[in-house]
T-cell receptor, first 116, second 112 residues
């Protein structure tokens, strides 16, 4: 299994508070991603990173920011959490430097975030 | 933009039944196609993939064939087991653009 650790695994917090989720990898993969999973929507990309300090927005980036100060860590921050951000958040990594199309993404076990 | 449409669930089958989960896609060019599986309380795992037309991906008894003419990548298994109960996601990506586009997922339950 790919070495991906998400923390915390569960969190309950209140509306308006800041929340930071961490993704740590031991695979030295260049690309890292944050997704949210909601019923009826599958997984939707929030932000991704293609290198240290290189990040870009996904399809549902509003209300979220990210940072990547070193290869192994990718942080997702909700500056002021809202109830609509209650979801399960997944981190993923990939290594597109490998040759050929179809390089898969490898996923962490997720963080269940509840905002009351 | 790209999109993936997969069979609405939930799907409930008896053990040893034949499984088909439909997946169709809309995309320009020649995307790579994937099936991921999610077991309860876990993240997604790659089940199989195909990178060009007429390729067949296979793993753990599951198969899917990349059909360019029908823009489809249907998942099949000849004889399902209780341990196959999970949520299955169809997805695509383009070479050089590493973002995955997912379908909404299909929950599969196998009854003994």
């Amino acid at each position: 299994d790919a070495g991906i650790t998400q923390s915390p695994r569960h969190k309950v917090t209140e509306t308006g508070t800041p929340v930071t989720l961490r993704c740590h990898q031991t695979e030295n993969h260049r690309y890292m991603y944050w997704y949210r999973q909601d019923p009826g929507h599958g997984l939707r990309l929030i932000h991704y990173s293609y290198g240290v300090k290189d990040t870009d927005k996904g399809e549902v980036s509003d209300g979220y920011s990210v940072s990547r100060s070193k290869t192994e860590d990718f942080l997702l921050t909700l500056e002021s959490a809202t109830s609509s951000q209650t979801s399960v958040y997944f981190c993923a990594i990939s290594d597109p430097t490998k040759q050929g199309a179809g390089q898969p993404q490898h996923f962490g076990d997720g963080t269940r975030l509840s905002i009351l | 933009g790209d999109s993936v449409t997969q069979m609405e669930g939930p799907v409930t089958l008896s053990e040893e039944a034949f499984l088909t989960i439909n997946c169709t896609y809309t995309a320009t060019g020649y995307p790579s196609l994937f099936w991921y599986v999610q077991y309860p309380g876990e993240g997604l795992q790659l089940l199989l993939k195909a990178t060009k037309a007429d390729d067949k991906g296979s793993n753990k008894g599951f198969e899917a064939t990349y059909r360019k003419e029908t823009t489809s990548f249907h998942l099949e298994k000849g004889s399902v087991q209780v341990s196959d109960s999970a949520v299955y996601f169809c997805a695509l990506s383009h070479f050089g653009n590493e973002k995955l586009t997912f379908g909404t997922g299909t929950r599969l339950t196998i009854i003994p």
